[in-house]
T-cell receptor
Framework: SQTIHQWPATLVQPVGSPLSLECTVE??????LYWYRQAAGRGLQLLFY??????ISSEVPQNLSASRPQDRQFILSSKKLLLSDSGFYLC????????????FGQGTRLTVV | GENVEQHPSTLSVQEGDSAVIKCTYS??????FPWYKQELGKGPQLIID?????GEKKDQRIAVTLNKTAKHFSLHITETQPEDSAVYFC??????????????FGRGTQLTVWP
């Protein structure tokens, strides 16, 4: 069966510090991978998605970047965090076909202080 | 791109009553419509989905209806229970083109079921 791991679960970081959130998927190959952010107000904002190793599409300009060094590994990074980067970050994977569900990780609660 | 609108943003019902959440979408090419439930501090989980060749789908107390002509779909929860309290998201997906596989989410509905 397929599983998705996301860590850490919670993180408190000072303004200006770097960030690295990691997500790995097991039990599938060539998944589409996604990073979402969920701020207060509950909406799921798509930040990045990837259809293959080294292929990253950014949905919104921001202080964050993403990388996919391996087929089932997706990393969200920042060189210098801002207060506005606080939120709940979710990684998800999906099969390539259009009509299939996305599977979400358990999320990382990031607080920038 | 696709735009998904979801209403209401909050919904409170008494235990045992029914709850209905409605979504509309803009792109007629969308053909897959999942619904997710998100409990506090957790990632969303799929509860039911429907494809465009079907008008209604049921799974115990949960049902989803789709009207492709009007471009709207709805989630129906009957005999609600306190454990149904959560945030619910609708989404739409297009199965072809440059946005293949991308899910467009509504803004979510906070459902509260009072005992």
């Amino acid at each position: 069966s397929q599983t998705i791991h996301q860590w850490p679960a919670t993180l408190v970081q000072p303004v200006g510090s770097p960030l690295s959130l990691e997500c790995t998927v097991e039990g599938t190959s060539n998944p589409n991978l996604y990073w979402y952010r969920q701020a207060a107000g509950r909406g799921l904002q798509l930040l990045f998605y990837s259809v293959g190793i080294g292929q990253i599409s950014s949905e919104v300009p921001q202080n964050l970047s993403a990388s996919r060094p391996q087929d089932r590994q997706f990393i969200l990074s920042s060189k210098k965090l801002l207060l506005s980067d606080s939120g709940f970050y979710l990684c998800a994977w999906k099969r390539r076909s259009g009509d299939t569900e996305a599977f979400f990780g358990q999320g990382t609660r990031l607080t920038v202080v | 791109g696709e735009n998904v609108e979801q209403h209401p943003s909050t919904l409170s019902v008494q235990e045992g009553d029914s709850a209905v959440i409605k979504c509309t979408y803009s792109d007629s090419a969308s053909n897959y419509f999942p619904w997710y439930k998100q409990e506090l501090g957790k990632g969303p989980q799929l509860i039911i989905d429907i494809r465009s060749n079907v008008g209604e789908k049921k799974d115990q107390r949960i049902a989803v209806t789709l009207n492709k002509t009007a471009k709207h779909f709805s989630l129906h929860i009957t005999e609600t229970q306190p454990e149904d309290s959560a945030v619910y998201f609708c989404a739409a997906s297009i199965s072809a083109g440059s946005t293949l596989g991308r899910l467009y989410f509504g803004r979510g509905t906070q459902l509260t079921v009072w005992p």
